[in-house]
C-alpha cells in the first residue's frame, strides 16, 4: 500500500508522467512548477520522454496526471494501466534474449533453449519491475543486450546505437561503458591502418549521431544540460543506499568510512578492461562486462541496491560457466530487505526457488564442476603452496552452504526479531554475506578472463 508523504516507486513513475505531460521540457529537471525534492525525475532523457508517452493516461482519466493534485493517486484501474505499461521491458527485451540465445550460444537447440528458459527466469528482473515495480529495468538492459547482441554479429556501429540508447535511458549503463569503449577500441587497433580508420569514424559518427538526437532538446540552452546532469549525477549524496551488498557498506560496520574519506571520490578497476583493450573477442567482452559491472558495484559510492542487475550480464556466461554465473545470479536476487519492505517474501522464494531448480536441472552445472569446466587453473598455479585439493569439489561443496544460508537467513528474516540493540541485524548479516559472495566472483572472473582463451567453436566463428 502507499504511505505518504513519498508513496514509494510506483508513485514516482506515476509522477514523472504527471510532470512531463503538464510542464514544458524546460522545467523537467529544474525546480519551477515541478517539485525536485517530490519524485524529481532524475534519469536521462529517454526516460523523460518514455514518462510523457505513458502520459496519455489522462485520455482515460485526466486524474492520473493532473499536476499537483494528483499525488499518491492509486486506484484499481490506474494500477492496471501501469502494469500495462511494463509491456515495454517485454517488446525490448524478450526479443534480445531470444535472439541472442539462438544466434550466440553454442550447443544444440536443446541446449539453447535451456540458456533462455533461464535466462527468462532471473528472478532479479522479475521481482524488481514486476513485483518492486522498479524503473523499467528491463528497457535499459534490452537496449544493452541489443548491443551485445549487434556486437557479437560484427555490426559494431548498431551496437554502439543501441548502447548509447540504454545510456540515454538509465545512466547505471555505465557499469558497462568500459568494457564497450575498450572492445571496440581495441578492434579498432586490430585493424590496419584505412580500415582503423574507416571503423573508428563510422562508430563516432554512430555514437555522436545517437546521442545528439537523444539529447537535442536539452542542449539548446547549456543551463539546461547542466541541470540536467545536476539530476542525473547526484554526487552529494553520501556513499550509499540502505544496507547495500558493497564495500562501503560492508565495511563501514567496522569503519566509519564517511569520516576518514571524501564521498567525491571514485575507485575504479580497469585491469579486466584493459584486458579486453588488448586483446578484443567476444569472449573477454562477456567477462568485462560482468567484471565491470560488479567493480563498479562493489566500489563505486553512491549505489543503490537494484544496481547489482548490472551484473545481470552473467547470463550470456550461462552456457559457458553455468555453476558460477548461477551463483552469481542466485546472489544478485538476495535483496531481502528490499523484497520485504514490499511483501514480496513468498514471490522471492517461489521465484528463487524455480531459478535454481530449472538452471541445475536444466543446465547441469554440477555436472560441469571439473577443474577444467570451471576454467581454474590459474588457482592451482596460485595456491602451489598450498595440499593439493579437488577444487571442483570444494567449489560444488561451497555452492551447497551458500544456497543452505541464503535459504537460513531468509527464513531467519521474517520468523526472528534482531535483538533491541542490533535492530539491522539481519539487513547487515544479509548485505555482508551477499558482498562477499560478489567479492569472490569478481575475483574468480577475473582470473579468468587474464587466464587462458575460452575455447570455443562459436566464439571462434563470431571472431
Given at each position: 500500500a502507499a504511505k505518504p508523504p513519498m508513496f514509494g516507486d510506483y508513485e514516482a513513475q506515476r509522477h514523472w508522467q504527471e510532470v512531463t505531460y503538464s510542464l514544458p521540457l524546460q522545467q523537467y529537471f529544474n525546480t519551477s512548477d515541478n517539485d525536485l525534492n517530490y519524485w524529481g525525475l532524475d534519469y536521462p532523457p529517454l526516460t523523460a520522454y518514455h514518462s510523457l508517452l505513458c502520459a496519455y493516461a489522462k485520455a482515460i482519466n485526466p486524474e492520473w496526471v493532473e499536476l499537483h493534485k494528483s499525488r499518491g493517486y492509486e486506484s484499481y484501474a490506474h494500477k492496471l494501466f501501469m502494469r500495462a505499461t511494463l509491456v515495454a521491458d517485454l517488446l525490448i527485451y524478450l526479443p534480445a534474449v531470444v535472439l541472442y540465445c539462438l544466434y550466440l550460444s553454442d550447443g544444440s537447440p536443446r541446449k539453447k533453449v535451456s540458456v533462455l528458459l533461464c535466462t527468462l527466469l532471473y528472478p532479479g528482473l522479475i521481482l524488481i519491475d514486476y513485483g518492486h515495480f522498479g524503473r523499467y529495468n528491463g528497457v535499459s538492459l534490452g537496449l544493452a543486450l541489443w548491443a551485445i547482441l549487434a556486437l557479437g554479429l560484427g555490426w559494431d556501429a548498431l551496437g554502439s546505437m543501441f548502447f548509447c540508447l540504454a545510456l540515454s535511458y538509465k545512466q547505471m549503463e555505465?557499469?558497462?561503458?568500459?568494457?564497450?569503449?575498450?572492445?571496440?577500441?581495441?578492434?579498432?587497433?586490430?585493424?590496419?591502418?584505412?580500415?582503423?580508420?574507416?571503423?573508428?569514424?563510422?562508430?563516432?559518427?554512430?555514437?555522436?549521431?545517437?546521442?545528439?538526437?537523444?539529447?537535442?532538446?536539452?542542449?539548446?540552452?547549456?543551463?539546461?544540460?547542466?541541470?540536467?546532469?545536476?539530476?542525473?549525477?547526484?554526487?552529494?549524496?553520501?556513499?550509499?543506499?540502505?544496507?547495500?551488498?558493497?564495500?562501503?557498506?560492508?565495511?563501514?560496520?567496522?569503519?566509519?568510512?564517511?569520516?576518514?574519506?571524501?564521498?567525491?571520490?571514485?575507485?575504479?578497476?580497469?585491469?579486466?578492461?584493459?584486458?579486453?583493450?588488448?586483446?578484443?573477442?567476444?569472449?573477454?567482452?562477456?567477462?568485462?562486462?560482468?567484471?565491470?559491472?560488479?567493480?563498479?558495484?562493489?566500489?563505486?559510492?553512491?549505489?543503490?541496491?537494484?544496481?547489482?542487475?548490472?551484473?545481470?550480464?552473467?547470463?550470456?556466461?550461462?552456457?559457458?560457466?553455468?555453476?558460477?554465473?548461477?551463483?552469481?545470479?542466485?546472489?544478485?536476487?538476495?535483496?531481502?530487505?528490499?523484497?520485504?519492505?514490499?511483501?514480496?517474501?513468498?514471490?522471492?522464494?517461489?521465484?528463487?526457488?524455480?531459478?535454481?531448480?530449472?538452471?541445475?536441472?536444466?543446465?547441469?552445472?554440477?555436472?560441469?564442476?571439473?577443474?577444467?569446466?570451471?576454467?581454474?587453473?590459474?588457482?592451482?598455479?596460485?595456491?602451489?603452496?598450498?595440499?593439493?585439493?579437488?577444487?571442483?569439489?570444494?567449489?560444488?561443496?561451497?555452492?551447497?552452504?551458500?544456497v543452505l544460508a541464503m535459504a537460513a537467513l531468509s527464513v531467519a528474516s521474517v520468523t526472528m526479531s534482531p535483538p533491541p540493540h542490533l535492530p539491522d541485524l539481519f539487513p547487515v548479516l544479509i548485505s555482508t554475506f551477499a558482498f562477499l559472495h560478489f567479492l569472490g566472483t569478481f575475483l574468480y572472473f577475473n582470473i579468468v578472463q587474464f587466464s587462458e582463451p575460452q575455447r570455443n567453436k562459436a566464439q571462434k566463428k563470431i571472431n
Open positions: 555505465l557499469y558497462h561503458a568500459l568494457p564497450f569503449f575498450c572492445y571496440l577500441l581495441g578492434k579498432c587497433f586490430k585493424q590496419g591502418s584505412v580500415g582503423k580508420l574507416f571503423l573508428l569514424v563510422r562508430i563516432s559518427l554512430a555514437v555522436l549521431l545517437t546521442l545528439a538526437l537523444c539529447w537535442l532538446p536539452f542542449l539548446t540552452d547549456p543551463s539546461l544540460a547542466v541541470q540536467v546532469l545536476r539530476r542525473i549525477f547526484p554526487v552529494a549524496r553520501g556513499l550509499f543506499e540502505d544496507k547495500v551488498a558493497n564495500a562501503w557498506c560492508s565495511l563501514n560496520v567496522f569503519i566509519k568510512i564517511r569520516s576518514i574519506m571524501s564521498s567525491d571520490s571514485q575507485v575504479y578497476l580497469l585491469p579486466s578492461s584493459l584486458r579486453l583493450l588488448t586483446k578484443p573477442t567476444f569472449w573477454q567482452f562477456k567477462l568485462a562486462l560482468v567484471n565491470s559491472s560488479l567493480a563498479f558495484f562493489l566500489f563505486s559510492y553512491q549505489v543503490h541496491e537494484k544496481s547489482i542487475l548490472l551484473a545481470s550480464p552473467a547470463c550470456l556466461l550461462l552456457n559457458d560457466l553455468p555453476l558460477i554465473a548461477i551463483w552469481l545470479l542466485q546472489t544478485s536476487t538476495f535483496m531481502l530487505p528490499l523484497f520485504l519492505k514490499d511483501d514480496l517474501w513468498a514471490p522471492y522464494c517461489v521465484t528463487s526457488v524455480a531459478f535454481l531448480y530449472f538452471s541445475v536441472y536444466l543446465l547441469s552445472p554440477l555436472k560441469r564442476c571439473t577443474e577444467e569446466e570451471l576454467r581454474m587453473g590459474a588457482y592451482r598455479k596460485i595456491l602451489f603452496c598450498l595440499p593439493k585439493l579437488d577444487l571442483g569439489c570444494v567449489v560444488r561443496w561451497k555452492f551447497y552452504i551458500s
